[in-house]
């Protein structure tokens, strides 16, 4: 996931002390080389500042990324994909997510779900871990239709079972 697809663009002039690049991956940058700031510039790389990003949510992301090694290649699909972690918090969306939705990855990629889109049947497979199919669901917040199949995905660790994330794949319906 590039930075330049997540990072707020609507910002001020106002130059900030520490910065990433809009042009890295979140995969490939180091969490310990990020400040303890609350936010980081994003620059271009002839040092333009094109946005900015929560240094909470750039970390957040990273650890995300080390548990979606398969994101290349999610990323490519024409289905949509939108994985969240047990909490509901959206760790990972598609091209095509996006863009079958409408919604721009900035506005949701580190929101909780139950904020942005309350009445997600995603998040009674989170509530129950139980697999959902629907051939018409509507998504309230953008108002369109779409076909989803929805599963849990899980993580055995120490004997444990405990959900990691969910997968959605979506299409327009007419």
């Given at each position: ?12 002039e106002k130059r ?59 990323d490519k699909l ?32 580190g929101r909780n ?62």
């Open positions: 996931m590039l930075i330049s697809r997540i990072m707020r663009t609507n910002v001020d900030l002390e520490h910065h990433i690049y809009a042009s890295q991956l979140v995969s490939d940058i180091n969490p310990e080389g990020i400040r303890d700031t609350q936010k980081l510039e994003v620059r271009e790389e002839n040092e333009t500042k094109v946005g900015e990003m929560r240094t909470a949510d750039l970390l957040y992301l990273i650890e995300a990324s080390q548990r979606l090694h398969l994101s290349a290649i999610l024409d289905a949509g994909v939108i994985a969240v972690d047990a909490e509901g918090r959206i760790c990972f969306e598609n091209e095509a997510y996006s863009r079958i939705v409408g919604v721009s990855e900035r506005k949701t990629i779900l139950h904020v942005v889109e309350p009445d997600a049947i995603l998040l009674k497979v989170l509530e129950t871990g139980e697999p959902i199919y629907r051939n018409r669901q509507l998504i309230h917040s953008v108002g369109k239709f779409v076909a989803m199949r929805i599963y849990p995905i899980v993580k055995m660790e120490r004997s444990r079972e405990h959900i990691l994330s969910f997968r959605t794949s979506v299409s327009l319906t007419s």
